[in-house]
């Protein structure tokens, strides 16, 4: 099941479909969120890099520690999260890091939460601003498992509503 906005221009379905592919099981559900941002790629990219900082692009985020790893593939990373949110805490893995082709994923691996098989991905592309100047489309993507008791939609609308979609807390 995927859900979220399916109006994407040409543009935004070759990102999708060249970095955002998600191996989804039955129960199972999944969704893709864009966000345009008024700012160049190079330093929206400098803080999505930052497994050790998600803090920075993730408003949910109290605290995070690199527990394991020298953040490269395979690292570990405890993070707080703030209160309102049913969790205190999560155990993430860096899946991947391409500087190149500015593509970040993680896989939650543990933590106070239901978030079962939850991985999402990251992609930054350079584009034009209505002005003219130079912007960034921001594509995220998750799977993630239906906990019992709930259905794919609302385990898909939480997961986008509460925890998901990359966003700045301070103005760049």
């Not at 400098?46 to 949910?60: A, G, I, M, T």
């Not at 385990?155 to 807390?169: L, M, P």
């Amino acid at each position: 099941m995927s859900c979220g906005n399916n109006g994407y221009n040409s543009l935004e379905m070759e990102y999708i479909k060249k970095h955002h592919r998600h191996e989804i099981s039955e129960n199972q559900c999944t969704s893709v969120l864009l966000k345009h941002i008024k700012a160049p790629v190079h330093l929206v990219w400098s803080l999505v890099r930052r497994f050790d900082e998600p803090q920075k692009y993730k408003p949910f985020v109290s605290r995070c520690v690199v527990a394991e790893g020298n953040l490269e593939i395979g690292s570990l990373r405890e993070v707080d999260v703030k209160s309102g949110l049913p969790a205190t805490t999560s155990t993430e893995r860096l899946e991947l890091l391409d500087d190149d082709q500015h593509i970040f994923s993680i896989r939650i691996i543990g933590g106070d939460h239901r978030l079962r098989n939850y991985s999402s991905i990251i992609s930054v592309h350079p584009e034009m601003t209505e002005g003219g100047r130079p912007g960034t489309l921001v594509v995220e993507s998750f799977v993630v498992d239906v906990p019992e008791g709930n259905t794919k939609d609302e385990t898909c609308y939480f997961v986008q509503a509460k925890i998901f979609f990359f966003s700045f807390s301070k103005k760049i």
